[in-house]
């Protein structure tokens, strides 16, 4: 089912009813042969105005299930680092994934893997629009299969969290996948203090207006407006870490 917000008196804006268009296009997709074993097609969810856009993979099993993006295990985490670390709601950001459906390793269902060069292929297209749509003033990538197909590279993740690219023009920070970071060490894990530390440079670009140099692309004056800039919200922000990670 596709979320778009119909809050406002007004009706869906321009945004929203691209949005819905788009999924309209989608369809009961086949382009591609996660159709055959799928329950939901999982679209995406947030707002049509979003600053923030976070991109996985592909959905797993609870998301399949729901037809919701990052709903499961990784996907608390994501909620967490959302609401406790960003003090923004899901409703506030948009949250997808390259492929719309979940990608299995066997028929057995239990295990989940990164999406195919054929899946990425057919599938990939309609997370370009949502982004060409949406316009977000910055994408969080969220694991390898992401940062590698936005940002045409085959370096790893390790080397390429926390450094500001550019999907034209527009500000990329890639992060660990939150289910790599549960993968890890669980709750405890090491890796979440590395996703705050890349969480709070996009917190400082969203608040600060300064140019963000690009590891890929010469480096651009960014729009982004003031936050997390005095004393007082550096203070808090040091607590969520504590708390947090
Ligand atoms: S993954 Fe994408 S292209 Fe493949 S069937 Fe699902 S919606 Fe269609």
């Known amino acids: 089912m596709l979320d778009i917000n119909m809050s406002d008196n007004t009706g869906p804006s321009e945004k929203a009813k691209k949005l819905f268009s788009l999924r309209e296009e989608i369809g009961d997709c086949r382009r591609c042969k996660l159709s055959a074993t799928r329950n939901s097609i999982v679209f995406g969810e947030g707002s049509p105005d979003a600053r923030v856009m976070f991109i996985g993979e592909g959905p797993g099993k609870d998301e399949d299930i729901q037809g919701r993006p990052?709903?499961?295990?990784?996907?608390?985490?994501?909620?967490?680092?959302?609401?406790?670390?960003?003090?923004?709601?899901?409703?506030?950001?948009?949250?997808?994934?390259?492929?719309?459906?979940?990608?299995?390793?066997?028929?057995?269902?239990?295990?989940?893997?990164?999406?195919?060069?054929?899946?990425?292929?057919?599938c990939s297209g309609f997370l370009l629009k949502q982004i060409e749509i949406i316009k977000p003033e910055v994408i969080i990538t969220l694991g390898n299969p992401s940062t590698r197909f936005l940002l045409g590279t085959?370096?790893?993740?390790?080397?390429?969290?926390?450094?500001?690219?550019?999907?034209?023009?527009?500000?990329?920070?890639?992060?660990?996948?939150?289910?790599?970071?549960?993968?890890?060490?669980?709750?405890?894990?090491?890796?979440?203090?590395?996703?705050?530390?890349?969480?709070?440079?996009?917190?400082?670009?969203?608040?600060?207006?300064?140019?963000?140099?690009?590891?890929?692309?010469?480096?651009?004056?960014?729009?982004?407006?003031?936050?997390?800039?005095?004393?007082?919200?550096?203070?808090?922000?040091?607590?969520?870490?504590?708390?947090l990670f």
């Open 70 to 122: 990052f709903v499961g295990r990784a996907g608390q985490l994501l909620t967490a680092i959302i609401e406790k670390g960003m003090r923004m709601t899901r409703e506030d950001v948009y949250i997808c994934n390259i492929v719309k459906c979940r990608p299995t390793i066997d028929m057995a269902f239990q295990r989940d893997r990164p999406p195919d060069e054929e899946e990425t292929a057919a």
């Open 154 to 243: 085959k370096t790893g993740i390790t080397k390429m969290r926390g450094h500001w690219h550019s999907f034209g023009g527009i500000p990329v920070m890639p992060t660990y996948h939150p289910s790599y970071v549960l993968r890890n060490g669980g709750e405890s894990s090491p890796l979440k203090r590395e996703v705050w530390e890349d969480i709070k440079k996009v917190l400082a670009a969203l608040g600060s207006g300064e140019t963000i140099v690009f590891s890929n692309e010469a480096s651009v004056d960014s729009p982004l407006r003031k936050a997390f800039s005095d004393e007082k919200k550096q203070e808090e922000e040091a607590e969520i870490q504590r708390k």
